[in-house]
Nanobody, 124 residues
Framework: QLQLVESGGSLVQPGGSVRLSCAASGFRLDSYAVAWFRQAPGKEREAVSCLGSSGSSTQYGDSVKGRFTISRDNEKVYLEMNRLKPEEAAVYFC???????????????????WGEGTQVTVSS
């Protein structure tokens, strides 16, 4: 059973940067579709960044383009977040989907395994 554990969430000032990591226990991630979602209180979960299983297809939410970068290696998924805004405070979740999701997908229903999330707070 694949288990995902996120880390790196913290309190950061507006305009600051945070790097999130998501570790998969005993599982190689380099052939799977991966993604980061976030959910703020009272809001729906939204896709932040997605990476297809091929590794060459990415998709970013409109509000994070140019500021966030998703990447992965054999064991972890990363989300580099720059120039953070207060409204981006949320619990950030990583998700893993099938090896057959070659093109990046932002629909959470495409993802089978989920971590428990890590809190990012953006405040001065």
């Amino acid at each position: 059973q694949l288990q995902l554990v996120e880390s790196g969430g913290s309190l950061v000032q507006p305009g600051g940067s945070v790097r999130l990591s998501c570790a998969a226990s005993g599982f190689r991630l380099d052939s799977y579709a991966v993604a980061w979602f976030r959910q703020a209180p009272g809001k729906e979960r939204e896709a932040v960044s997605c990476l297809g299983s091929s590794g060459s297809s990415t998709q970013y939410g409109d509000s994070v383009k140019g500021r966030f970068t998703i990447s992965r290696d054999n064991e972890k998924v990363y989300l580099e977040m720059n120039r953070l805004k207060p409204e981006e405070a949320a619990v950030y979740f990583c998700a893993v989907g099938s090896i057959y999701i070659v093109q990046a997908r932002s629909d959470p229903r495409e993802y089978t395994w989920w971590g428990e999330g890590t809190q990012v707070t953006v405040s001065s």
